[in-house]
């Protein structure tokens, strides 16, 4: 997807696209990039279309919906979903592992920064449910860390326009 697309997509469905695009995003499918989409939808605020503390409500409720599904996914299989993108891309076994291992040690303030590393941030849902971390303290950690990275991005497009497409992407 294309910035002029996904600001169409926006413009014409409003919160529901934006909702629905970050829900996606958060539950790390392919061609839905946060570098893109939220910084839009601060654009999107910015350009009075819809305000900066409804856009951040529903950004954090999407990704939190979405990263829920992905904790699920762990409890219920998430090893073994976990073995196979690691075997699709072996590179990122060593750094998917080595973030695992210190989420698991850190627990819930490992899961808020893990949640602000690219990559990681989606990812570390799973690993998550599979170390059957309590679900209180998953919600509680994963709104924080999603809260913080929306945040920025969002807040970025808001304040910084068009221009910030180019950083991020």
Do not use: H
Not at 70 to 80: A, K, N, P, S
Not at 82 to 89: A, D, G, S
Not at 147 to 162: K, T
């Amino acid at each position: 997807m294309d910035y002029a697309a996904i600001l169409d997509v926006f413009t014409r469905y409003g919160a529901i696209a934006i909702f629905v695009l970050v829900f996606l995003e958060y539950m790390n499918l392919p061609g839905f990039p946060a570098g893109i989409i939220m910084p839009l939808a601060g654009i999107m605020a910015a350009g009075g279309n819809i305000s900066f503390p409804w856009v951040m409500v529903i950004t954090v409720s999407a990704g939190l919906l979405g990263s829920l599904v992905l904790y699920v996914l762990g409890l219920t299989g998430g090893r073994f979903f976990l073995e196979k993108y690691m075997n699709k891309f072996p590179k990122q076994r060593p750094t998917i592992e080595k973030y695992l291992a210190w989420v698991q040690e850190k627990g819930g303030m490992g899961l808020i920064a893990a949640k602000l590393i690219p990559m990681i941030r989606t990812l570390v849902s799973i690993p998550a449910g599979v170390f059957r971390m309590r679900l209180g303290q998953y919600v509680i950690c994963s709104t924080v860390g999603i809260f913080i990275w929306n945040l920025f991005f969002v807040g970025a497009g808001y304040f910084c326009g068009e221009q910030v497409l180019s950083w991020f992407a």
